[in-house]
């Protein structure tokens, strides 16, 4: 839920003043989101890309971020994240 949140924030920040030319975080965030065009449209086709990227994007956008966000000491198994204990088995 805080990587949505903070998507969602991320979001309106980037779009509050957007300008034709861009700097800054909107600067940052064009340029995440036509890498991962490019990157789709080498994978997938021009064609198929511009019906597909707005899914396949957020879906990967999620996935990094929610991934990065774990990775934060605080966030997992210490903070009360996961309730399944460690089994080490040898």
Same mark, same amino acid.
């Given at each position: 839920m805080l990587v949505t949140l903070g998507l969602v924030v991320f979001a309106q920040l980037? =779009?509050?003043k957007v300008q034709p030319v861009p700097s800054g975080l909107q600067n940052f965030a064009e340029w995440l989101v036509? =890498?991962?065009y490019n990157f789709l449209a080498d994978v997938l086709g021009e064609k198929l890309v511009k019906k597909t990227f707005w899914f396949f994007g957020s879906i990967f956008f999620f996935i990094l971020f929610t991934n990065w966000?774990?990775?934060i000491p605080a966030s997992g198994p210490l903070a009360g994240g996961s309730r399944t204990p460690a089994v080490i088995s040898i």
């Open positions: 980037v =779009s509050r036509e =890498s991962m966000f774990g990775l």
